[in-house]
């Protein structure tokens, strides 16, 4: 890749002895974003101090957390902001390498399998088990980890390959194909979790979901029973719907306490502080 001069003069002033011109280095790098990632690198395989190439590996990794964590402001501050956005912003956080063309390439083809099959002249009934049908048969998701142990069962990115997640995360890409091929489900939250329910045009719930049982329908008076099923009580103060951005912080969330189990504390690090971002609700 050809590096331009700037970055030459930047890459030159990274250590710099005065922290006021260090800082506004870092900050000028962090605004030309993913390219200057692009062109730091190719300067860093042409250094030949292998002590010179670690320490700008490690600056070059904590600037790549910098520009996603900055990503995943402006995306906060959108007043819609798109689940499968913040859901890729968060899997970007972990996975520096991830790549955006692939990860939306990957649920646009997966949408176009599902919204063929559906209809506007389909009751939202029918066209929900058509959905659930192609989620859960053809397509063929399905949960495993239940104790959220692996890092394979969690990251979206991941789960769209092998086609097994966690709990969590199978729920967080069922919203996801629903709500891209025009499916209004959304998340009833609790403390503790959430259930996925059916929005009608003015905004009132017409059933809910069950994920854990092939997305099966059921409605109001069934819902203290799912409640029962899942070991939690049921209280109507403490049910709100929510936004995508419920469902990214829940991501977040999920990836939290999945890397404090393992003690990877970096990654738990990096959580914490996008967390931090969303505010001190938390929904698991």
Do not use: W
Not at 43 to 57: I, P
Not at 258 to 274: T, V
């Amino acid at each position: 890749m050809r590096v331009d001069s700037e970055m030459i003069s930047l890459m030159s002033l990274i250590d710099d002895p005065d922290s006021t011109i260090r800082e506004a280095v870092r900050d000028r790098l962090i605004t030309r974003g993913g390219l200057a990632i692009e062109q730091l690198e190719t300067l860093v395989d042409e250094e030949t101090s292998e002590e010179r190439r670690v320490f700008y590996s490690e600056y070059i990794e904590d600037l790549k957390e910098e520009i996603i964590n900055e990503r995943i402001v402006s995306y906060l501050k959108s007043p819609d902001p798109l689940l499968v956005d913040g859901l890729f912003l968060i899997s970007k956080t972990v996975e520096s390498t991830l790549d955006e063309y692939n990860f939306y390439n990957s649920v646009e083809m997966l949408s176009d399998e599902i919204s063929i099959e559906l209809s506007e002249d389909k009751t939202a009934i029918e066209n929900v088990k058509i959905f659930n049908y192609l989620f859960f048969r053809r397509i063929g998701f399905k949960h495993c980890d239940t104790l959220i142990r692996d890092e394979e069962n969690a990251l979206i990115h991941k789960v769209i390959d092998s086609k097994s997640g966690n709990p969590v995360a199978i729920s967080l890409l069922y919203f996801l194909l629903s709500r891209s091929v025009g499916l209004p489900i959304y998340p009833l939250c609790f403390p503790g979790g959430f259930v996925p329910v059916y929005m009608d045009t003015d905004n009132k719930i017409l059933f809910y979901l069950n994920i854990f049982k092939g997305g099966s329908i059921f409605l109001e008076d069934s819902l203290k029973q799912f409640f029962d099923d899942i070991g939690l009580i049921y209280s109507t103060e403490s049910l709100k719907i929510e936004q995508d951005r419920a469902l990214v912080s829940i991501y977040a969330e999920l990836l939290n306490y999945l890397y404090k189990s393992q003690n990877k504390n970096r990654l738990s690090e990096r959580m914490e502080r996008i967390l931090t971002v969303f505010g001190e609700r938390r929904y698991l």
